[in-house]
């Protein structure tokens, strides 16, 4: 059920647990379709989403990445990038 902040702005509250693995709306649209899913990992997920679809479980706004995603912050690649080319530049 939505909760509303004193803005009137929709708000969404979860705890999670360490490690936990909580799809995200693009992940489960991507994993749902096994031609996307090539590792053992993909797989896994691809198994997990069947099944959460499955149980008509709704999508979240909240998601998490865990320490098995193959996730980069972009942010990061550019900062870690720039601070190469700003220390070539020395």
Not at 26 to 41: D, P, R, V
Not at 75 to 85: A, G, I, K, P
Request: hydrophobic residues 25%.
């Amino acid at each position: 059920m939505p909760q509303f902040n004193t803005e009137g702005l929709e708000t969404e509250e979860r705890t999670f647990s360490w490690q936990e693995k909580v799809f995200s709306p693009f992940e489960i649209s991507y994993y749902q379709y096994a031609g996307n899913c090539h590792t053992a990992l993909e797989e896994r997920y691809h198994k997990d989403i069947t099944e959460l679809c499955r149980e008509n479980t709704p999508n979240n706004r909240l998601f998490t990445y865990t320490d098995a995603d193959n996730f980069t912050d972009m942010e990061e690649v550019t900062l870690s990038e720039n601070m190469l080319y700003c220390k070539s530049c020395l």
